[in-house]
């Protein structure tokens, strides 16, 4: 399947052209993404939590400690709606009015279950890992028991989900563009500062090889 | 008051010594910020919208369209929290339990309504404008009746708040430091490219001075 079916839950209202059901499009985004926003409902009460998150398959997982609350009411079934959201850039226009962003924003809708199976645990804190840094997972110390013991990892279903994407020039009102007013676009990016050695870090340990190029990759 | 009360709903619970409740670092990553994510509820189901957003004195504002589900619903009282998070860096330690990001985040909670005065409305957009590129709006041909009538702005007073921060090193298991893996912190920034004019821009007009110093403010 590789479009998501869309109820009224995640169907796209507003400006309904920048809406987008597919798969590939959404999970490139969550991909390219590094923290999410959950939001679940709690006595009524809307709550939000950013956390860091990967997709692996057809799933996306969060983790946490055993006892962080959201984790638990997640676990317990309440439903959750999930955001990734990516900042392109500033859209510059004639008029403030047609002033916008850039973006790209993945919107999840799913319940979770606690991931009990220790293998599947451990791939899920992996695929975290060479989510955030390709490599890293291969030069760390693993977690041991007591560590996976203590790591709630939840994983959600992608059941339904909708991307909203605006990218391109500012769209001025016919007449504005006779103004004399710069219009365009601000691009935008994370970038990856110089790396800061931990204070008691080895001298005689350098930066890995793979961290180097996960660098020059977010320049 | 420069503590914001905390009860139930804002209190950090996981990591407590990361909380914080004080207006000023509040207001401080509020006005670092460039979108927020709102979650609300609606037939119990929660849903989260990314947005842009201003803080002007102790309110936040969002606006939108006029048909925008969220701004109605929102101004008929539903309750709101907001989400805005600033991601520093990511944190290496030696083992992956202890893989952290550093990161400044604020949540608030709250009722919104709509903004009727006229005056108070522009001044809001106005504020809009000012947040993301100083000097903007007296560049750029200012909202008009009909525009102004098809936005709605929203403002909500922050009367619960809560922050959580981490920074600096990683925090690793005493027999850890042992061990030969590079540790420390990838600091991250949103960082401005090279700005893209309008394709249909006039040649003859050239980055204004304000845009060139929000730009490398940016680098």
Redesign the interface.
């Known amino acids: 399947m590789t479009q998501f079916s869309s109820t009224e839950?995640s169907k796209v209202?507003?400006l309904a052209k920048r809406g987008c059901y597919d798969r590939e499009t959404i999970y490139k985004i969550l991909d390219e993404g590094?923290?999410c926003?959950v939001?679940?409902?709690l006595n009524?009460?809307?709550?939000?939590?950013?956390t860091?998150y990967v997709r692996a398959g057809d799933d996306l997982y969060i983790h946490?400690?055993k006892?962080?609350?959201m984790m638990n009411l997640l676990n317990e079934g309440a439903?959750?709606?999930?955001?990734v959201?990516l900042?392109d850039?500033?859209v510059?226009?004639?008029?403030?009015?047609h002033?916008s962003?850039n973006?790209r924003?993945a919107?999840l809708?799913g319940k979770a279950k606690i991931v009990e199976d220790r293998n599947e645990k451990i791939m899920a804190?992996k695929e975290f890992?060479e989510h955030?840094?390709p490599g890293?997972?291969d030069?760390?110390?693993?977690?041991n028991d007591k560590?996976l013991d203590a790591?709630i990892v939840l994983k959600f279903s992608i059941d339904e989900a909708s991307a909203k994407i605006r990218t391109g020039?500012?769209a001025d009102d016919k007449e504005?563009?006779a103004?004399?007013?710069?219009?365009?676009?601000?691009?935008?990016?994370?970038?990856?500062?110089?790396?800061?050695?931990?204070?008691?870090?080895?001298e005689?340990?350098?930066?890995?090889g793979y961290?180097s190029k996960?660098?020059s990759g977010?320049k």
Chains 1, 2 share one sequence.
């Open positions: 839950k209202k507003r590094i923290i926003h939001s679940f409902v009524g009460q809307p709550f939000i939590i950013p860091a946490g400690s006892a962080n609350r439903d959750a709606c999930i955001s959201t900042m850039g500033y510059l226009a004639r008029s403030a009015f002033h962003m973006y924003s919107v809708f804190l890992s955030f840094i890293r997972w030069d760390v110390r693993t977690p560590e790591t020039p500012p504005d563009y103004l004399d007013i710069w219009a365009g676009v601000i691009p935008f990016k994370i970038t990856a500062g110089e790396p800061v050695p931990d204070s008691v870090l080895k005689s340990i350098p930066i890995p961290l996960f660098i977010r």
